[in-house]
């Protein structure tokens, strides 16, 4: 197990984030955050606080779980638990900032991609992740990337956030099988 | 924890864990209703069929919406445009069924034991909506999510139950159901409308109602069936209605802040009043709405099946 990046490393990541969400799109008018459940939200309220206080103005944020959009859902033992989607606002003609904690397969990117359009037309969606770990198995890429990271695929990419695991941490290890 | 069961045929048999698992998985079933665009796709290619050896409208009506919701495909068959009608047994249009290989069964039937028979015979999901004067799994984990919205605990939470409790597969899955998730379950009827083995059951037995009402939490009447009256088990719908009916003058008499809750079709003005069903006490249409949550979230957990449970 190896710690990649520590607290401080991903407060300047998530700063920097920040920082480039504003200069893309000229001001924080007409964003939402939205952050995947179950790190990703977590770490879209961090990147909207940090927005506000670059702004100085608020800015509306949201959930998406994406469980029920999976595409293995038929094909895996157990279903998985659900967790809450709360999109506060109709999210037509928005720029919508989608954060995800890790971006490994894209698969998840892409459930998230079709639960988003279920919810309305957005003018555009950016996505924005605080690690990528590569081996993409569908055409997607992020906007907004914290840390690239190269990987082999039998190793796991875990990000750690106080709210649930106690501690601020990206850490790499082994896959046990 | 995991959902492991291939059927959900009773409450009797289920967990607290596994009910609060199912109650957990519909609370983000209950945003998705909200949606402008109320469908997600996990039962893409199942089908679930509706096989209803009884009259239903709203169950039956409830499950089709919660299939479609997520994307399953539903077809529904009742008994009067089936087969069962040139003497078809129960076994060999389950088979047939299930030859066309539908994924799950949600089954109405008024044999007590029913759903239970065809789920240890067929591969696919079953789902007992009904059986006999047994259970009613769902409608139970309706008004149990329903409750939840308005309660901060079943512990210690007390419910009565008032109509016929001897013919109530409603108020057999309610009684399991809440008294495994702590709440204190009275009943009360006339003699007559109890079960002969009433006392085998973890409930209070009440006979006057004016007497039962005053501290309880939840009050849920049941539909009082005029058939009941016909072979005699109570003298006259009047003399119910005069003891029996939540109407308003004994609304006055509850705890303030009581639940008023019915399964449907209510019998305004006997087992219950109008104007007591739409007042600020009722829950009854959110126990409505909630149904297709539940039942949603049940037809997600089981999904057809676990792979490694199936028989055969």
Redesign the interface.
């Known amino acids: 197990m190896a710690k990649i990046m520590d607290e401080l490393a991903i407060k300047r990541a998530l700063t920097r984030i920040a920082h480039e969400i504003v200069e893309k799109n000229g001001g924080i008018d007409n964003l939402i955050v939205i952050g995947i459940q179950r790190r990703g939200d977590i770490l879209a309220d961090r990147i909207a606080k940090l927005l506000q206080e670059i702004e100085g103005k608020n800015i509306i944020t949201g959930k998406l779980d994406i469980t029920l959009y999976r595409d293995d859902l038929s094909s895996i033992a157990n279903q998985p638990v659900i967790h809450k989607t709360d999109i506060p606002v109709n999210i037509d003609e928005k720029t919508i900032i989608l954060i995800d904690d890790v971006l490994f397969t894209g698969r998840t990117i892409r459930s998230a991609l079709d639960e988003l359009i279920d919810f309305g037309r957005p003018k555009c969606i950016q996505l924005a992740v605080l690690v990528d770990r590569g081996h993409r198995e569908l055409p997607i890429k992020a906007d907004y990337v914290g840390k690239n990271i190269p990987t082999s695929r039998d190793e796991l990419v875990d990000v750690h956030v106080k709210e649930i695991d106690g501690v601020d941490e990206v850490i790499i290890e082994k896959r046990v099988i | 924890m995991?959902?492991?069961r291939k059927d959900l045929i009773t409450i009797e048999e289920l967990t607290p864990e596994e009910i609060n698992l199912i109650l957990?998985?519909a609370?983000?079933?209950k945003?998705?209703l909200r949606?402008?665009?109320k469908?997600?796709?996990?039962l893409?290619?199942?089908t679930v069929l509706n096989l209803f050896f009884e009259p239903s409208t709203r169950t039956s009506a409830s499950f089709s919406i919660a299939a479609k919701r997520?994307s399953a495909e539903t077809m529904s068959i009742s008994t009067s445009t089936s087969s069962v009608k040139k003497g078809e047994t129960l076994l060999d249009t389950a088979r047939n069924l299930e030859a066309m290989r539908v994924d799950m069964v949600v089954m109405r039937h008024s044999c007590e034991g029913a759903p239970k028979f065809l789920s240890e015979r067929i591969e696919a999901s079953v789902i007992n909506a009904g059986d006999g004067n047994h259970e009613h799994p769902t409608q139970c984990l309706l008004d149990l999510s329903t409750l939840r919205e308005n309660v901060k605990t079943f512990k210690g939470l007390k419910v009565l139950i008032v109509g016929d409790i001897a013919h109530s597969r409603v108020a057999r899955s309610n009684i399991w159901g809440l008294t495994k998730l702590g709440a204190e379950v009275s009943v009360c009827a006339p003699p007559t409308l109890l079960p002969q083995n009433i006392e085998q059951l973890p409930v209070n037995v009440y006979y006057n109602m004016d007497e039962a009402i005053r501290d309880k939490d939840v009050i849920y009447l049941l539909r009082i069936q005029r058939e009941r009256q016909k072979v005699g088990l109570f003298p006259s719908t009047r003399e119910y209605m005069n003891l029996f009916s939540m109407d308003r003058d004994r609304l006055k008499k509850t705890k303030e802040d009581v639940i008023i809750m019915h399964p449907g079709p209510i019998n305004r003005g006997v087992e219950l009043d109008g104007d007591v069903a739409d007042g600020k006490h009722s829950v009854i249409l959110n126990q409505v709405t909630n149904g297709v949550a539940v039942r949603m979230a049940v037809l997600?957990?089981l999904?057809g099946g676990?792979?490694?449970e199936k028989i055969i």
């Open positions: 995991e959902w492991k957990d998985t609370e983000p079933f945003e998705i949606r402008n665009i469908k997600v796709p996990p893409r290619g199942r997520l997600y957990l999904n676990n792979k490694d």
